[in-house]
C-alpha cells in the first residue's frame, strides 16, 4: 500500500450508477418530449426533477464507499465521511456490514459493504494481503474484508510512517453534497410554478 500513493476503492455499490443513468436517459426522454410538444414549462420541470432524484440516489447509492490508502481507511456514508488512521484502528469486525472499530469512539459501520455483497467475492484486499484461502472447485472464495484490513493496517504501520498513519479520527458531514441536494429540492420546488 504504501508503494501506491492514491486511495484505493474497496467497496462501492456498482448498480446505484446503473439506476441514477437509468433515472437520468428516462428523465432526459420525458423532458424531449415535453419540449417536442411546445410544454416549456413542463419540460424544464421535468429536468429539475430527474436531477433531484438522481441526485438523490447518487447521494444514496453510489457514494457511499470504504477507501484505503497508505494512511489509513476513510468511510463515506450517505451522511458523513469519517477518516480512520491506521494508528487509529483498534479492530474490525463484521456483523451486517464491516464495522471499523478506532482506539477512542464509537464503531464505524461501512453502509457500502453489507455481507451479501461481501459474499461476491471482490479480492482486492485479499490479493494484497495474500490471504491462504482455499477455494471449493464448485464455489467462489468468501473474503474476510475485516481481518484483510487489519492486514493492511498492520503492514502500513511496519512501513513506519507515523506521519501519515498517525493522528485523530475525523468526522466530516457531507455539507457540500447535501447542500447541492438541498438547493436541487428548492429549485423543484419553484419549478412547478412553471406547470
Known amino acids: 500500500m504504501s508503494s501506491s500513493p492514491s486511495p484505493m476503492v474497496i467497496t462501492t455499490n456498482r448498480s446505484g450508477w446503473v439506476w441514477a443513468g437509468l433515472c437520468g436517459v428516462i428523465g432526459l426522454i420525458a423532458a424531449y418530449d415535453c419540449f417536442a410538444r411546445g410544454y416549456v414549462g413542463l419540460g424544464l420541470t421535468v429536468l429539475v426533477w430527474t436531477a433531484l432524484?438522481?441526485?438523490?440516489?447518487?447521494?444514496?447509492f453510489v457514494l457511499p464507499r470504504l477507501t484505503v490508502d497508505a494512511g489509513g481507511a476513510t468511510v463515506r456514508n450517505v451522511?458523513?465521511?469519517v477518516r480512520v488512521p491506521w494508528g487509529q484502528l483498534k479492530d474490525t469486525r463484521t456483523t451486517m456490514f464491516i464495522e471499523l472499530v478506532p482506539r477512542s469512539g464509537e464503531p464505524v459501520r461501512v453502509w457500502?459493504?453489507?455481507?451479501?455483497?461481501m459474499r461476491r467475492g471482490r479480492a482486492t484486499?485479499?490479493?494484497r494481503a495474500q490471504l491462504d484461502v482455499e477455494v471449493p472447485e464448485d464455489r467462489?472464495?468468501?473474503?474476510?474484508?475485516?481481518?484483510?484490513?487489519l492486514v493492511e493496517r498492520?503492514?502500513?504501520l511496519a512501513a513506519g510512517n507515523n506521519a501519515q498513519t498517525g493522528g485523530p479520527v475525523t468526522k466530516t458531514f457531507l455539507k457540500r453534497e447535501w447542500g447541492l441536494f438541498g438547493?436541487?429540492?428548492v429549485l423543484a420546488l419553484v419549478s412547478l410554478l412553471l406547470v
Open 53 to 60: 432524484v438522481a441526485a438523490f440516489v447518487a447521494l444514496v
Open 79 to 81: 451522511l458523513s465521511s
Open 112 to 117: 457500502a459493504a453489507p455481507q451479501s455483497a
Open 125 to 127: 484486499l485479499r490479493n
Open 140 to 149: 467462489s472464495p468468501r473474503v474476510d474484508f475485516a481481518a484483510s484490513l
Open 154 to 156: 498492520d503492514r502500513a
Open 183 to 185: 438547493a436541487l429540492a
